[in-house]
């Protein structure tokens, strides 16, 4: 089966740009999606198709897909963007939705 | 607005059965597929199944490939969870998540979720 691999956590301090990858055989191949999820709370859907936004998401989220590792970037980190965000792909020879471990990004 | 709520999570016992639901407005509910996601405690999402729109095709994670069944009511606007054989690495909120128009599977719509603990 497909696997997404996540780094556990990821550290930035308020300003700077955090960049969360998500690893998976030439996942450059597939659609990437990714989620943010605070505490207590349903993931919101915060990417989809690699790239683009739903409505209401800030322009600070952007994302990227290339050979083996797909990119969330967010740029001038506030503090409130502090959550875990997941990467999601569907695997289409199983018919089966895949999850990364999840990112915890912390702001400092 | 789109809305998705959970319900019938609780605590049970190993060995035996729950069912969870899925209640959808706010958009046309026969017209898409619906999926439960699972999260164990302090743990990352876990796809458990999809239904398609009409209820015609179903897929399961290994993980609860035989012991759970996914359903659908769509005069109800209501989706559903059978789950048997529970065990305590079943333990989890559980979502139930709105998929999105088109080719590519994502989850445009999440419910609040709805936790079951399997402990006796």
């Known amino acids: 089966s497909y696997v997404l691999t996540q780094p556990p956590s990821v550290s930035v301090a308020p300003g700077q740009t955090a960049r969360i990858t998500c690893g998976g055989n030439?996942?450059?191949?597939?659609?990437v999606h990714w989620y943010q999820q605070k505490p207590g709370q349903a993931p919101v859907l915060l990417v989809y198709?690699?790239?683009d936004r739903p409505s209401g998401i800030p322009e600070r989220f952007s994302g990227s897909n290339s050979g083996n590792t797909a990119t969330l970037s967010i740029s001038r980190v506030e503090a409130g963007d502090e959550a875990d965000y997941s990467c999601?792909?569907?695997?289409?020879?199983?018919?089966?939705?895949?999850f990364g471990g999840g990112t915890q990004l912390t702001v400092f | 607005q789109v809305q998705l709520v959970e319900s019938g999570g609780g605590v049970v016992q190993p060995g035996r059965s729950l069912r969870l639901s899925c209640a959808g407005s706010?958009?046309?509910?026969?017209?898409?597929?619906i999926h439960w996601v699972r999260q164990a405690p302090g743990k990352g999402l876990e796809w458990m199944a999809v239904?398609?729109?009409?209820?015609?095709?179903?897929y399961y994670a290994d993980s609860v490939k035989g012991r759970f069944t996914i359903s659908r009511d769509n005069s109800k606007n209501t989706l559903y969870l059978q789950m048997n054989s529970l065990r305590a690495e079943d333990t989890a909120v559980y979502y139930c998540?709105?998929?999105?128009?088109?080719?590519?599977?994502?989850?445009?719509?999440w419910g609040q979720g709805t936790l079951v603990t399997v402990s006796s």
């Open positions: 239904i398609s729109y009409d209820g015609s095709k179903k």
């Open positions: 706010g958009f046309t509910f026969s017209s898409y597929g």
């Open positions: 198709d690699d790239r």
């Open positions: 999601q792909v569907w695997d289409s020879s199983s018919d089966h939705a895949v």
């Open positions: 030439n996942i450059g191949g597939k659609s």
């Open positions: 998540a709105k998929e999105s128009r088109g080719i590519v599977v994502y989850f445009d719509q």
